[in-house]
Structures are given as structure tokens and as C-alpha cells.
């Protein structure tokens, strides 16, 4: 089992940047042995997958956030972050990080992005 927490979020203004964290908490190195990611969701819309990390550090973004935001993980933490830059307001969203494979079946509370002047 699995237990994530996500912190970091905040308001910020349009072009600005902002690095979000999640910790996980499990029984035995499950966080150092998965593909993770970040997910966000706005208001009204789905809960969509915007970067993922291997375990062996590959990484990939989605065309949306690709040459602004880097994901990276320190496995000896336990712990995924996500450095988001060139913030625009349709960044707004709850950021959420799971396996980026086959989510573990509980998610964390989010944290709160907002982009906004």
C-alpha cells in the first residue's frame, strides 16, 4: 500500500514558475520500483496524465506542458517533484501524483495550482 502527499501548489502569476512535491509512503520500495507521474485536473474536466518518469529516469511530457515543466524523482526520498515554468492560466488544476503506469488505487489530496494575474 501506498500513501501520497502532494504539496507546493499556490498562486501564481502568468510566466511564472513554481516546483511542486509528492512523498510517498509505502511498505517496500514501491515508489523506487514504478514508472510515476503528475496528473492534473481542472474544474469540469477529466483528471488527464502530464509527465511521467521511469525508473530508470527517462521522462516524458505531454505535447501541452513539453519544454515547460521537468519531472524528476529522488528515490532515496521517496519522492517525485515537478518544476513547472512559463506558467500559463490554463495550468490551473489540482496536481496529483500516482504510478504513471497502473495507478495505485489511492490518490493523495492534490495540491492546488493557480495561475492567475
Known amino acids: 500500500q501506498v500513501h501520497l502527499v502532494e504539496s507546493g501548489g499556490g498562486l501564481v502569476q502568468p510566466g511564472g514558475s513554481l516546483r511542486v512535491s509528492c512523498v510517498a509512503s509505502d511498505s517496500g520500495n514501491i515508489f523506487s520500483a514504478r514508472t510515476m507521474g503528475w496528473y492534473r485536473q481542472a474544474p469540469g474536466k477529466q483528471r488527464e496524465l502530464v509527465a511521467f518518469?521511469?525508473?530508470?529516469?527517462?521522462?516524458t511530457c505531454v505535447v501541452a506542458v513539453k519544454g515547460r515543466f521537468t519531472i524528476s524523482r529522488d528515490n532515496a526520498k521517496n519522492t517525485l517533484y515537478l518544476q513547472m515554468n512559463s506558467l500559463k492560466p490554463e495550468d490551473t488544476a489540482v496536481y496529483y501524483c500516482?504510478?504513471?503506469?497502473?495507478?495505485?488505487?489511492?490518490w493523495g489530496q492534490g495540491t492546488q495550482v493557480t495561475v492567475s494575474s
Open positions: 518518469i521511469t525508473v530508470g529516469g527517462r521522462t
Open positions: 500516482n504510478a504513471g503506469d497502473v495507478p495505485f488505487p489511492t
